[in-house]
């Protein structure tokens, strides 16, 4: 089943941002995790302000990757979806 990106809270955490989507269809909900790793490129470091926007900036590419993953079986016991920097070499 498909996911959608539904109104919630954009959460930064320690390893990344993280923010719900609903599996279409049922009133069942999963947290996407994007870690930072995912937002850098290479090596380097980044201060929040620019990690904030680079996510901001790619939010819908990160809901359909969260969804490719959630329809391939992706996804925790406890219902989230990890996209890392892994993730993005199919993007």
Same mark, same amino acid.
């Given at each position: 089943m498909p996911l959608q990106r539904i109104k919630g809270e954009i959460v930064r955490e320690n390893y990344g941002f993280a923010f719900p989507m609903?599996?279409?269809g049922s009133s069942q909900t999963?947290?996407?995790i994007? +870690? &930072?790793e995912a937002l850098l490129l290479g090596d380097r470091t980044?201060?929040?302000e620019e990690l904030q +926007? &680079?996510?901001e900036s790619h939010l819908s590419s990160f809901e359909s990757l969260a969804a490719e993953?959630?329809?391939l079986g992706h996804?925790?016991?406890d219902g989230i979806?990890?996209?890392t920097a892994g993730d993005l070499v199919s993007l």
């Open positions: 609903r599996i279409l999963l947290r996407v994007v +870690a &930072e980044a201060a929040e +926007a &680079e996510f993953k959630y329809d996804v925790t016991d979806v990890f996209i």
